[in-house]
């Protein structure tokens, strides 16, 4: 994808999933997911202008335990 900061184009960037063209899905399989992980979506989220972003982690004890929504606001 096209990185944009303030009109200007500023590189490429790569998104795990892009879902309907409308929401975002960052794909993790780590030990812990870290702030590092999480600042990941919103950059993407925010350079995309997606209103939603999903952050699934499969190394989750449990599957709902893996899965952060990150909502513009």
Do not use: W
């Not at 982690?57 to 909502?71: C, K, L, S, T, W």
């Amino acid at each position: 994808m096209k990185v944009e900061c303030k009109g200007a184009y500023v590189g490429e960037g790569r998104l795990d999933l892009l879902v309907g063209g409308r929401s975002i899905v960052e794909l993790e399989a780590v030990r812990q997911v870290l702030p590092l992980h999480e600042a990941t979506v919103v950059s993407s989220r925010k350079a995309t202008d997606k209103n939603l972003a999903l952050l699934i982690h499969f190394n989750a004890p449990r599957p709902e335990d893996g899965v952060q929504r990150v909502v513009l606001s």
